[in-house]
């Protein structure tokens, strides 16, 4: 498609139980990056891939989280005994490119409710 | 580290007036710079961006901004504002090197145009 498409729209969760968030780039993109906003404040970076396979995951909290981008499949962020503090809004972000030419296209978020 | 900062959180403008919207950022090589807007319920949409050339660059909506290199600044300006820049804008950061990690948020600047 031409626009960066992510479901759920919103999503709650008890505490302890597990959420999963789905994100499709757009048709041609090769890279998938996911984001957590938290209360509208600055977006940190999860995870990257190239494809199916994982870029760079430094800001993965990898106790809990995990993500997936398989082949012919939307990609998914799972969050495994949600916590509180895992009430953001998640955002998937596609790019054509790599780094040096990285223009990113975000979807409209997932918000996800921790209860 | 790699961080972005945006001065200002809140700014309350009247229709027709200037804005400035500060941005710095801090990072190790060269850099690539972007602004994104959120309007209301909607998600991230990209203003302009910066790879490298002519430092003052023109985006979409009338908006232009001028890296300073000797300032590490990216400051986002607009010469009349008017009631539907109403959003939050939010400057970014990515270094151009290869790879595919994620870009680096500021805190966002939520403004207010009053009609």
């Known amino acids: 498609g031409e626009e960066v498409a992510q479901t759920p729209k919103h999503l709650v969760r008890g505490e302890g139980q597990k959420a999963k968030l789905y994100c499709a780039p757009i048709k041609g993109h090769s890279y998938v990056f996911w984001y957590q906003q938290v209360l509208k404040n600055e977006f940190k970076f999860l995870i990257s891939?190239?494809?199916?396979?994982?870029?760079?995951e430094t800001g993965m909290p990898k106790e809990r989280f995990s993500a997936k981008c398989l082949p012919n499949s939307p990609c998914s962020l799972e969050i495994q005994a949600t916590k509180l503090e895992d009430s953001a809004v998640y955002f998937c972000a596609s790019s054509q490119a790599p780094r040096a030419y990285n223009e990113q296209f975000f979807g409209p978020g997932t918000r996800l409710t921790v209860l | 580290a790699q961080s972005v900062s945006q001065h200002n959180h809140h700014v309350i403008l009247s229709e027709a007036a200037s804005l400035e919207l500060g941005c710095n950022y801090s990072?190790?090589?060269?850099?690539?710079l972007f602004w994104y807007v959120q309007y209301p319920g909607q998600h991230l949409q990209l203003l302009l961006k910066?790879?490298?050339?002519?430092?003052l660059v023109k985006g979409i909506k009338g908006f232009e901004a001028e890296f300073i290199k000797s300032k590490f600044s990216f400051n986002l300006r607009k010469p009349s504002v008017q009631w539907s820049d109403t959003a939050e804008y939010f400057c970014?950061?990515?270094?151009?090197?290869?790879?595919?990690?994620?870009?680096?948020f500021g805190k966002g600047t939520h403004l207010i145009i009053q009609p």
């Open positions: 891939f190239q494809n199916e396979n994982v870029f760079d």
């Open positions: 990072y190790g090589g060269t850099v690539n």
């Open positions: 910066y790879f490298s050339g002519d430092p």
């Open positions: 970014a950061a990515h270094g151009s090197g290869g790879g595919a990690d994620g870009l680096t």
